[in-house]
Structure formats: C-alpha cells, structure tokens
C-alpha cells in the first residue's frame, strides 16, 4: 500500500459542478497537510493548508479527517480555469524527523 | 511570500555533456531542498533529499553518480546530470522547505532536451 494515495482520474466535470476529491495516508503519526495544483508543464503551486477545523478558500474547501486517515478537497461552482492536476502532500514521519510526501495527483477537467 | 527560483528553465544539450541546474531560496533559508523530475502525463517523481552540509539521500533506482547533488549553502543546491543521454529527457524540478509545518515551494522547473 502506498503511503498517500489519490485516485488519479480523471474527473471530467461540467462547469458549475461540485466536485471532491479524497486523499489517504498510512501512517497516523503524519503531520502537516496540502494541497497543491498543478497544471501542464508546469511546476507545483501551494492551493490550501489543511487542517482538522477545516479551511476555506472561496470556492475551495479543505478538510483533515484524522480518524479515518484522510484528507478532501471540495471545488464549488467550479471553472474551465480549475482543469489541472491536485497534488496532496503529507509530511510523514521519517527517521525522527519529516517528510513531504506526494499523493500521484488527481487530473480535474472542467468542460463547458 | 516565500520564492524557489530554479535555473536554466530550459536546456538542450547533446549527449554525452553535463548540465547543472540551480535552486535558490531567495528569501528564506531551506533547511532541506527536494529534487524531482517527472515525464509527460506522469507524477512527480522524488529523486533525492538534499540537506545542507550533508551528502544528499537518493531514491532507490536513482543513480548517485549521474545525478550530483551538491547543497553548499542554506540558500542553493546544485543538481548536475553528467553524461547526459536521450532519456535523461525530462522536467526537473526542485523545491525547498522548512522543517516543521510549513509547505514546500518549487522551483519553476528546467525542461532538459538531450539530443
């Protein structure tokens, strides 16, 4: 089992849907959640912080659920804009200390 | 905000030559850098950890003596592919961080052609 994973699509959507994405992780003592966008050829941008009270960007909410392992991304009203690849990270622990780990990215496609 | 500038953006070289490729944090001091590469329509594919002063940790199938990583300072780290072949081809990217809770930030990427 890997140790965050997504489900990689992908997710084709008309424009103005709801669409929510899951992310698990293995190891309970994880810390620290993301999300990050990205789109082709492109590099990785930071989209939101995740955390347990959840956190809300606009039309982007994210939450942490310890219990069960895993994390969500929702996309409201979403747009032709929002197409892109949604990379989850989580630091994992790691000899003592840390490590960003990278879900394989779930591919979003907003059609008109 | 927090800002990676990685450079060349784009190279082409022939086969056989090394490229060196840069990341810098310009305004804050990366405890640990992450070097990557990914192709086409593939996920990011983590290559090595760099932490300043040390020798960096390769993955496993990553070669330690094409791929030099060198991580002088705080601020840069240097991935070198040396002997570069076609598929060597590929987009790499690095990115910088601060142990503890706070996110990654990537470079904007070096796309490498070999030819």
């Known amino acids: 089992r890997k140790e965050v994973e997504q489900d990689p699509g992908p997710f084709n959507v008309p424009e103005g849907a709801t669409v929510a994405f899951n992310c698990t992780y293995s190891?309970?003592?994880?810390?620290?959640f993301f999300w990050y966008r990205q789109d082709c050829r492109k590099e990785p941008k930071l989209l939101m912080s995740?955390?347990?009270s959840g956190n809300e960007d606009g039309r982007f909410t994210a939450q942490l659920n310890r219990a069960s392992q895993y994390i969500s991304l929702l996309i409201r009203d979403s747009k032709l804009s929002d197409s892109a690849t949604y990379l989850c990270?989580?630091?994992?622990?790691?000899?003592?200390?840390?490590?960003?780990?990278f879900g394989r990215g779930t591919s979003l496609i907003v059609h008109p | 905000g927090a800002v990676v500038s990685q450079h060349p953006s784009r190279v082409i070289c022939k086969s056989g030559t090394s490229v060196k490729i840069e990341c810098r944090s310009l305004?804050?001091?990366?405890?640990?850098m992450f070097w990557y590469r990914q192709f086409p329509k593939k996920s990011l594919m983590l290559m090595a950890t760099?932490?300043?002063?040390?020798?960096?940790?390769?993955e496993q199938g990553v070669e330690k003596d094409k791929f030099l990583i060198n991580h002088a300072s705080l601020t840069l780290s240097t991935l070198t592919v040396t002997s570069a072949h076609p598929e060597d081809s590929s987009f790499y990217i690095c990115?910088?961080?601060?142990?503890?809770?706070?996110?990654?930030?990537f470079g904007n990427g070096t796309r490498l052609t070999v030819t």
């Open positions: 990115s910088a961080w601060v142990t503890g809770s706070r996110p990654l930030h």
């Open positions: 995740v955390y347990s």
């Open positions: 305004d804050f001091q990366a405890t640990t």
């Open positions: 990270v989580v630091n994992l622990p790691s000899g003592g200390s840390y490590i960003p780990t």
């Open positions: 760099s932490n300043e002063g040390s020798k960096a940790t390769y």
């Open positions: 190891n309970s003592a994880s810390q620290s």
